[in-house]
């Protein structure tokens, strides 16, 4: 029998990713939508194709008819209140599949949890901006046992995702230890290209001939952000495509690092 699926969490990334589970995930059942804010279940399932989506007032309900549960949300916090609320309803033989980007130990303790109430679960948070959510090319990194990811996996590759680095029957926190990684990549990436294109405007070159220069050696995703910020649409946003908050929260020690263990260490406590 084909699994019912509830979608926690509809922010960006979240609209995105169910946007293609209905047009491409071969659902037999209705796609499960909950958020916080009804309204933005609502509008969603208003732009996706009739009879394919079901909006809930409360994840109870929604947990009761699910057989897999995905929740991305914005922060630990967000993730520990969401998981808190699920355990409340009957969850054994479910199997729960976690998005978010939080701390690895947060990620360890939910799990835990979840596996103590009879239920599987997956971390796998994804690489990809909201663009790429809506053009299902997220990269995909689950962590646990081999056997609850191949159930994720009709999901992800051409669906929600154009591939995966996963963590088969590996710890949990592995998959955020390898996200927070990425994200101080890319948290570096941002800040080299804004200080170089402010460089270029304050001597006097102006930012477009930097803005050249990284198209011609980088290109890629390094000429996409390059692009947004001399463009401006940033600021010209109704929403913002990830909030300041969110980049510093994964940018943040929530530990002092050991010296010995180097700057490489600071990402991978990053909160």
């Not at 071969?26 to 989506?53: F, S, V, W």
């Not at 159930?151 to 955020?176: A, C, H, Q, T, W």
Request: one cysteine or more; glycine letters at 10%.
């Amino acid at each position: 029998m084909a699994p019912q699926l509830l979608f926690i969490g509809l922010g960006n990334m979240g609209r995105g990713m169910c946007k293609n589970l209905v047009e491409k995930g071969n659902l037999e059942k209705p796609l499960i939508l909950y958020n916080r804010t009804k309204q933005r279940a609502e509008d969603l399932a208003a732009t996706l194709p009739a009879g394919k989506t079901e909006v809930v007032d409360t994840v109870e309900e929604g947990v009761k008819k699910a057989d897999i549960i995905f929740t991305i949300v914005s922060n630990d916090a967000a993730v520990e209140e969401a998981i808190s609320t699920i355990l409340q309803s009957d969850v054994k033989g479910k199997l729960i599949v976690e998005c978010s980007t939080i701390h690895p130990d947060t990620t360890k303790q939910i799990a835990e949890k979840v596996l103590a109430k009879g239920a599987e679960f997956i971390a796998s948070p994804v690489f990809g901006a909201p663009a790429a959510a809506q053009a299902g090319a997220l990269i995909f990194v689950p962590a646990g046992p081999k056997s609850s990811i191949e159930k994720l996996r009709p999901f992800i590759k051409g669906v929600m995702g154009r591939s995966e680095i996963p963590f088969e029957d590996k710890p949990y926190e592995n998959s955020l230890k390898m996200k927070l990684i990425g994200n101080a990549f890319i948290l570096n990436m941002v800040t080299i290209l804004g200080e170089g294109l402010t460089l270029g405007e304050k001597s006097g070159i102006g930012p477009e001939p930097v803005k050249a220069f990284v198209d011609d050696i980088f290109g890629g995703v390094y000429s996409g952000y390059a692009q947004r910020m001399v463009e401006g649409v940033y600021w010209k946003m109704e929403e913002p495509l990830f909030s300041a908050d969110n980049a510093r929260k994964d940018a943040r020690p929530r530990y002092q690092p050991r010296q010995e263990l180097g700057h490489g260490a600071q990402a991978l406590t990053a909160y």
